[in-house]
């Protein structure tokens, strides 16, 4: 199965978690940190340290997502503030999600057309590459991600280090991340896993 049409069931459930958490800092204003163990961390390595998985400015890897696999590693990452991080900037609410394969010598960057294809019957109203990135704009599907959230979401893929990195972009039902906002952060965010990764 493609990496970017392969979604966890456990993505739902840590997503809503990630959500509840949003909602109740827009309700309450702040969110305490939970007691014990810290969710929020700055960045996470697969296979060794060739992928490194990190937000943009503002967000946060959540650290009770992370999955490292034989056939893969998962991490989920959202706005440092909504998983307990005080202090920080302030970030769109967003939840994004990475999957990492196993390293493979003849990894191809990922063609932003097959992807559109792998995804159907899900319209695919934007379909582009540059510098080695596929980016899609899914119209469908991200409420069943996200609950709360809008169906439309974005999807890119790459590769660093021989590893087939797939991203996506979740938020509420409405938001500018949607939209461009959305495009612009999962760009953003194939920028900091590249700058924090190991040049090969």
Known sequence: MFI????RGGVRAI?????LGLGMM???GCL???AGKPQAMTAVAFYEGAVVVTGPRGYCV????????????FALIASCLSLGQMGGVYAD????TVSVLPRVASAQAPDAQAMARALAPAEVRVAQEKDGLAVV???????AALPGGDPVHWRAGL???GHLVGLAVYGPEGQGVSGAEGQALVQALARAMRAASPSS
């Open 26 to 28: 827009a309700l309450a």
């Open 32 to 34: 305490a940190a939970p």
């Open 4 to 7: 970017w049409t392969s979604e």
């Open 137 to 143: 704009q899914v119209m469908q599907g991200g409420d």
């Open 93 to 96: 609410p967003a939840v994004m």
């Open 62 to 73: 959540d650290a009770a997502s992370v999955r490292r696999g034989v056939s893969g590693s």
């Open 159 to 161: 590769v660093i280090n």
């Open 15 to 19: 997503a809503r978690r990630t959500l």
